[in-house]
């Protein structure tokens, strides 16, 4: 049995590889052929980030590797002779925090390298080091309030109930939307800060979209990113009442107002074809097949990893596997994200214009520097939105320079 679990890890592993590898042939290649949709320079500059950001996951991907075998091999035993006596709802619960805890350490070499060296060098992250420490501190503490408290709960309904795998499902998922129904008003104020959009008569086109739409929020905010990075966004956050749109101050700097409306019509293009409720429904099923496999293991699992049969070894093999269950139905979950964004990207052309669209999606490509191009396999299992050659091509836009 661990020999099977190891073989599989493995194949999992070298389909990562891979795929990594094939994106940087593809675009090593690609970056010789003329530019197109970005500037000239940042063609270039964005076919290096990719190839960087590449070979980056191949280095992660071979460390997690190595992670995921001192865990089977030796790791959880010995943390489950440190932890675990009993096996009760606080031993477990001790056991879990202390493993994800000691992955959270072992990650932050390639977290702190790829924040203050890696997309530095891209232009990417403004962030200081006192932030840094800041924001790992807060979610630190997040993690602790919200993260112990939902593996105890857990941990309880593994030890009290023989169907516990359906229960902590249910129990998951309803932490999950709570969770994202406070979001907005709650955590992310935690990180960074949300003024009113200033902006009166951007304000008042947003809220006639808005309405069209059918969309109530509390508000219309920007937020501070280029505190952290020079990237541009923006989102719908929340659920319910909850619910806010908020644009980023970087965003608010690069696009005129009506690439921002377009913008924004892409995005509420998600709300009006209920993609947010199909998002949720998705995240229900993914979690539902990962809870009845990782409930349903035999007993021939924990003995092959040496471990005692309880809610410690139930929840970190979840942890420890749940990422390869995920990443088989990646493909499937990116179909249906990549059609989803077809529509939302018909929606927004309607509120504003097509071309006002394509010019604002070309600029955000062009400072985000992302690569117009990719491989197919890596289009398959990594990407939720469609090339944007081929989201220029639906719209009608010639991506020829």
């Known amino acids: 049995m661990l020999m ?75 943390l489950e002779t440190l932890c675990i006596n009993e096996g009760g709802v606080f031993q ?22 790829s924040t203050f060296v890696k997309d530095k060098k891209f232009g990417f992250s403004t962030i200081s080091v006192k932030t840094y420490l800041f924001d790992n501190i807060k979610s630190a503490i997040i993690f602790v309030i919200l993260g112990t408290l939902m593996i105890a709960l857990v941990s309880w309904i593994i030890l009290s109930f023989s169907l516990w795998w359906l229960w902590s499902f249910l129990a ?20 960074n800060k949300f003024t009113p959009l200033e902006d009166s008569e951007l304000k008042s086109s947003i ?31 929340g659920l319910g009442k909850s619910k806010r749109v908020v644009l980023f101050d970087t965003l608010l700097k690069k696009l005129n107002s009506n690439e921002l409306l377009a913008v924004l019509g892409h995005e509420l293009g998600h709300f009006k074809h ?14 539902f097949v ?17 471990l005692k049969s309880g809610a410690h070894s139930a929840i970190a093999i979840f942890l420890l596997l749940s990422s390869v269950v995920s990443f088989v139905m990646m493909p499937l979950f990116g179909y249906l994200s990549r059609k989803n964004e077809y529509k939302a990207d018909e929606y927004g052309s309607e509120c504003e214009s097509k071309e ?36 220029l091509k639906a719209l009608g836009v010639d991506t020829a320079k």
């Open 4 to 78: 099977l679990i190891g073989t599989l890890y493995f194949f999992y592993v070298v389909l990562k590889l891979y795929i990594s590898a094939s994106e940087i042939s593809f675009v090593s290649h690609a970056k010789s052929l003329p530019a197109i949709i970005l500037s000239d320079e940042n063609y270039q500059k964005a076919a290096e980030y990719k190839i960087a950001n590449e070979r980056f996951h191949i280095v992660s991907n071979l460390y997690d590797y190595a992670l995921f075998l001192l865990w089977i091999t030796f790791g959880l035993k010995t």
């Open 92 to 113: 477990s619960t001790v056991f879990v925090v202390s493993f994800v805890a000691i992955n959270y350490i072992l990650a932050l070499p390639f977290d702190i390298y």
């Open 172 to 191: 998951v998922f309803a932490i999950i939307l709570f969770i994202n129904m406070f979001y907005p008003t709650f955590i992310a104020p935690i990180f």
């Open 207 to 237: 809220e006639v979209l808005m309405q069209k739409a059918g969309l109530k929020s509390s508000g219309i905010f920007t937020m501070d990113a280029s505190k952290r990075d020079n990237r541009l966004n923006a989102y719908f956050g």
């Open 274 to 287: 209920k993609d947010i409720l199909k998002n949720i429904a998705v995240t229900a099923a993914l979690l």
């Open 290 to 306: 990962l809870f009845a496999l990782f409930g349903n293991l035999p007993n021939d699992m924990y003995e092959a990893l040496n």
């Open 356 to 391: 006002a669209l394509a010019s604002a999606l070309i600029k955000l490509a062009d400072e985000n520097k992302s690569f117009p191009r990719s491989h197919f396999l890596y289009i398959a299992f990594y990407h939720t939105h469609p090339p944007l050659v081929e989201r």
